[in-house]
């Protein structure tokens, strides 16, 4: 009987050993797949039970393990939806049925539909962000859409915050009669000092404002704002329609400061209610400068290209420069990432012993954040693979020197009947 | 798996280094443009030891910038008055020459001087008669010059608003392309360099400020704060005016619809080339055009004929030698009356070849019998000729608002317009050189802090040699490491 | 970032701007030096451009007056002579008078020099310079006076032939001349002739001279006369003296008409030749402020020379120190230009 085991013993070795094998291909093979997790094999003992007077040999079997929650090293690319996580974080990806799985491979590329796939073909899936960013559903996987960052309409924003800060001539005159204060929006109209500034509606289209800046007396002065669309050919006074809103600035004499918090509240004509901050602007004894002036909203535009924080939000740039926040990347974990099931593609699928799937924005709760442009390369390390290999090789042989011995003592064993 | 770490690295060490080499040859390549800052790239590493080109620097020095733009839009403004004040010095010449109104006055009252002594010398009247046409042509021909400097300055303030619009629209391209570059965090400093340059070449034109929003998003407004440039380029309009003479204003440069050149001008820029030629079309050539027009006004009026039958005379004073074409009367008032200067002209009473009578120089009577100071007709009559020299030589009141002394003689008051043009000309000279000297320090200063010295690039590529053949190195020896390894698997 | 303090460009250019500055400064400098002017004076003056141009007129205008005075200098001196011959002939004349004025033939002697005087008077106060007739006042094209006996006969001698006659009912050549007594003549000349010699009717039988001389500006404010014309008393009163003596009868005359006569020339020719001294005492002052204001200009003009000069010229050493300066530094610049160029670290590579 024992020899018998002998023999199976040294089989088991060889299958065994040859399964390590089996992984250490894998691993050479997937050297440089970007996202693959190197696979190992551990062995474990199979004991027969003995007698005091007899040893029957037992067996190893294989267990084989991924080293999935080992990070490998970046490598930096140029295309911006190359993606790499810094932690210990997962993307969502979905298969062509809809399946979801997780995976760490993002090099990502849109699709013909715009749609982000990698090179496993696998959709990158996030949560659309339209206005305020949503929340997270911690535990749903079901809930998440497959990113598209394919334009379908050109975008306008219209305008409805700005600030505009300019020092404005403590020593200038007030205007005096005959000239009338710009809100009157008489000919006889004078003022300090006047800027422009863009401004869109609800379509987009660019609005210019004119906002004027008149002296009403010792440390008062007037803000009027006209639409540039409203002033006669040539410019000046007056408009074809009365000021969109003007607003009294009085100035502390002690530092030259604005008191309270004045704004012009602009009804921009098909537009949105902006609000222009003034509480920025000063009075003190030098000539009319712009310190500061921005609108926001933008007109129509295409998207140009794509850019990825690393808080795992999408923003769309648009041909004007400006930036939109479109799609939220969520990443999932898992509370045994080494338990996953890797599929086919680098991505894997939750098992029992995974645990649940937890998902979060990145940089949050040691998920750790997304790097745009670059890409985890597989945690391999090809002299370890190659030591292995030849350790393998070695027990391999060894087995099967095992074997031979049953083999011959066998083979003396039936010799023994001439 | 430090063993492909290692390999990992050096190839990142390696793309950095050749990206590094990159940039280095750029700088060179760059070395002798004017407008190119140098780059740097800007390295940085991750956790796991490969390092990565993060972004490309761009050196600037922000003060010293908006000082070269200031210094370069008054060095253009003082030049482009200076070159309109060098047009108008055209009428005064080297006064060696006496080419200017002066001299021909001074030749007109030596011919009446030499007259004066031979009254019946009709050769020494056709010399009177010659040198005061001579005068009334300078005087016709300085008011031409002054007019077509204004005209010429006019085709230059169209220029250059056509140069400013046309440089906006560049600008208002370049601008999107940095700000869209900037939010995408590509490599924008070559449209960063594309932006100053177009910046540096509107400076010349208008003197500018700038501010600078988000995503490098620049706001341009003139030195008096109307805003050029905000997300679109502003129109800067210009209705050109062809044909100058001293009663006509040339229009004004709008600006974002709001004037910034001339008199009715709430927010006038300072500077810029723009501000040099509206200063000579709207200023200088004016107070010069009234000089010329008041040694007119001071010509006809010393010239009169009055009235000899009667005393207390009777009858008006009218014009003699010298006319207008609102003759026979005196131009009327004391203020300078405009174009006169184009308008006077040697009376025809006296030019034989208008069917006058050259001896009515001698005897005045050009305005009849009535006006006659030699009713005898006495071959060598000079009292006329005294007369004219005396009053020619008298104090007369000019209009004050000429800028030369007003109670002087007319011959004074011609010379201290020449000291005026030339005055204010060197004046501008002066001022021009100061501001192209301070404008080429300030040069010098920016381009030796933004600029590339080609030694430092040249000492930072052998560094970069001797890192991309460590590197390489490195990955030598990590693959000698696997090949011993490798023999091993036989 | 930044190591270095100097970038490549500016080296460059800096050696290149002061390269450009020096050769402009230097052109000027070397055509100043070759002009002995300033390259651009009116640049270079400014304001006292005006002050140069003034300087310049005036200094024109003194040539001028200078010029002119030399013409009135030369019309005084030419009136001066003609007023001496006139005074000359006058006192030989009156030499002869008082000689003969005893003698009964004294007619003889005295009617042929008197008659050769007069028309030398009027050939003198006839003179004419440059086309101008010296003694016609401000009339200067017509000759002031006609000859007196013609032909044809000037509208004087016709005259005096008609009072002759009217007064005494015969003309000068009838027999009867010789009964005429002295006190007729006496009358005869009181009466009818010297009218004839003074105004209104000396302006219109004999002379068509002005009474209003030529008057010159010799120096830039003074205006002065400077001519004598042939309507002054003495040239009268020698014509009345010459006519008396050549025109009323002569050698047919009784001794005492005739002594009469005499006398009475005598008397004018007497007076005249003091008037003749008055008037060429006149136009010795004027003659005298000519040549004053003449010298007085020719130092004027000395000087407004050395202003304009002052003004407008370079010192010839200062700029020729200049450009020796001004080439000695484009030949450093060369050479450092040369040697910047050459410090570069490629050549060390």
Redesign the interface.
Known sequence: MSLYGVMRTGVSGMAAQSSKLATVADNIAN?NTNGYKRAKTEFSSLILGNSSGQYNSGGVTPHVRHAISQ??????TTS?TDLAI?GRGFFVVSDGNGTPYLTRAGSFVPNGAGELVNAAGFKLMGQRIDGATPAIVVNDLQGLQAVNIGQTALEATASTAGTFA?NLDSNADAIAAPATLPSGNAATA?????????AYDNLGN?V?L?VYFAKTGPNTWEATVFN?AD?PA???FPYGAGPLDTVALTFDPANGRVTGAPALNIAIPGGQPLALDLSQMTQVGA????????VNGNAPSAI??V?ISDDGIV?A???????RATWQLPLADVTSPDNLIPQAGNVYSLGLESGDVKLGAAGQGGLGGI?SG?LE?S??????E??S??ES?RSYTANSKVFQTGSELLDVLVNLKR | ?????AL??A??AL?VTSQQTAITARNITG????FYS?K?ANVAT?????T?VASI?R?QDQALYARMLEARSDAAARTAHLEGLGRL?LT?G???D?F?V??A???F??AL??H??????PILAGAVLGRAQDLAERLNLATRTVQGARATADAEMATSVGTINDLLARFETVN?A???G?????DVTDHLDTRARILTELSQEIGV?T?T???N?M?I?TD????LF???A?AV?FERTFAYDAGIDGAAV?A????ITGPNA??AIESGALFGHATLRDETSGVYQKQLDEIARGLILATAETDRLNDPPVLAPLAGLFTWDGGPALPPGTAAIDNLSARIRVNPGVDPAQGGDLTAIRDGGINGAAYDYNP?D??????RL?GL?GTL?AQQPFDATAGVDPDTTL??F??????????A???A?AEAAYQVTFL?RT??AL??????????E??LM?ELERSYGASARIIAAVDA??DS??Q??R | ??????????V???TR?SLVKSQSELARASHELSSG?HAD??????????????L??EL??I???L??NG??SARLDTMQAALSNVQGTAEDFLGVLIAVRENAQAAEVVAPQAELNLKGLVGTLNANL???YLF???????PPLADYAGPPASPAKLAVDAAFLGFFGFDQDDPAVAGITQAQMATFVDTQLAPLFADPQWGTIWSSA?D?N????IS??E?IATSANANEQPFRDLAMAYTMLVGLGGDGLAQPAYRELVERAIGLVGGAMQDVTTVQARLGVAQNRVADATERMGIQRDILTRQVTGL?NVDPFEAATRVNALMSQVEVSYSLTARIRQM???NY?
């Open positions: 050297a990070q490998g090293a970046q490598v930096f911006s810094n300019a004078a003022y300090e000092a006047t800027s422009s500034l863009v660019a210019v004119d540039r002033a040539g410019g000046g000539d009319y400068t712009v310190m500061r002036a921005s140009r290209d850019e923003y740039v648009f041909e004007n420069g400006e930036r790097v670059a390369q945690n391999v390390d090809l002299a370890a190659l030591t290999m030849i090789q | 798996m430090s063993l492909s770490l990992n690295s190839q990142t793309s070395a002798n443009d004017p140098r740097t991750t956790g796991l030891g490969s990565y620097g050196a010095a005064v080297d006064p060696q006496d200017s002066a001299g006055l001074g030749a009252q030596n001087q030499m004066a002594d031979g009254p019946s010398d999107r940095v700000v869209a900037t939010a995408a965090g590509s400020t501010i929003r988000g995503d998003d706001v407004y008096s704060g109307v805003t905000e997300k679109t502003r309009t709008f974002d619809g709001v004037p709430t927010m005898a006495a071959a060598s009559y000079s009292g005294q020299l030589g011959a004074r011609a010379a201290g317009s020449v000291g005026w043009l030339e005055a000309r060197k004046q000279d080429e040069q010098e381009s030796n802090a933004t600029g590339v010295n080609l030694d430092e040249l000492a052998l490491m696997l390894l490798l091993a698997v | 970032m930044k190591t270095s303090f100097v970038s490549t460009l500016g460059s250019n800096a701007l002017r004076v009116g640049l270079k003056l400014g304001a006292r451009t005006g002050q140069s141009v003034e310049r007129q024109a205008r040539e001028t007056i010029d002119t013409l009135v440059n086309g101008q016609a006042g401000i009339d200067t094209d017509t002005s209003e030529l008057s010159s500006r830039g404010n205006v407008e570069s670290l490629l590579l």
